[in-house]
């Protein structure tokens, strides 16, 4: 994926330009034990809530390529015959509905990736974006769609305690000290399958990371099980011993 198709992508991570109907994920504790599960119609949400749960995923596609943004290359026999490419893609074509699929994606996940101390929110959304047709002068023609894209979107959201502070508990009808939690940006995520020329590539993803020297290679080994690539600070030092 190039710059202007991350672009193009991002830009429908609004309630009035995609076609995303619910939010699917689980919230997991610092003892990696799913809390609770999430499903939720953005349909029945309150439109602050909605585009907060967008803007988390939208955060997912941003940065830089090469860096913070990574191609995942899956070989010719992975998508003909793997566990791995099978299991995207059928969470992929149910749009989420599969719940096996869903839970042992979760599980994935949970058993692989290392956040430390750190309880998360991950979350999980499907779109079909009906593609316009790119004119000659580059502008784009809604009315005149030969590609209908549907992909995957994933983000891990660490959650964040906040600072203790005394506030009113309706229940009880007290006042409380009490930390609040918030979801912080997320920490990594991925995009399947890409959009290469504005057309789904299922022999790629998209993979983000927040820090470019932290890329998660327990995650990418688990859910895309390829060799991870090299992060950006390190193919900067192997450059350095090259010239060396």
Do not use: W
């Amino acid at each position: 994926m190039n710059e202007k198709e991350i672009s193009e992508i991002r830009r429908r991570f609004r309630p009035d330009k995609s076609n995303i109907t619910h939010i699917r994920g689980c919230y997991v504790n610092d003892k990696r034990e799913i809390v609770t599960g999430i499903d939720q119609s953005l349909a029945v949400m309150p439109q602050e809530e909605s585009e907060k749960y967008l803007s988390l995923l939208k955060k997912g596609l941003s940065g830089s390529l090469g860096k913070n943004l990574i191609d995942i290359v899956f070989s010719t026999q992975q998508v003909v015959d793997s566990e791995e490419h099978r299991l995207l893609t059928t969470l992929r074509d149910s749009q989420l509905k599969d719940n096996e699929a869903r839970q042992t994606f979760y599980h994935k996940v949970i058993d692989s990736l290392d956040m430390g101390d750190s309880s998360y929110l991950l979350l999980l959304t499907c779109d079909s974006y009906d593609v316009p047709h790119r004119g000659k002068d580059d502008s784009l023609q809604a009315d005149a769609s030969d590609e209908v894209f549907t992909y995957i979107v994933c983000v891990v959201c660490p959650i964040k305690e906040g600072k203790v502070e005394l506030g009113y508990f309706p229940g009880d009808n007290e006042f409380h000290c009490a930390a609040g939690q918030t979801v912080a940006p997320p920490e990594l995520g991925f995009l399947f399958p890409a959009f290469d020329d504005r057309a789904a590539n299922i022999y790629n993803a998209l993979f983000y990371s927040r820090k470019a020297n932290e890329i998660h290679q327990e995650f990418i080994d688990a859910i895309f099980h390829v060799e991870a690539p090299m992060s950006a600070v390190e193919q900067k030092e192997a450059f350095q011993s090259a010239l060396s």
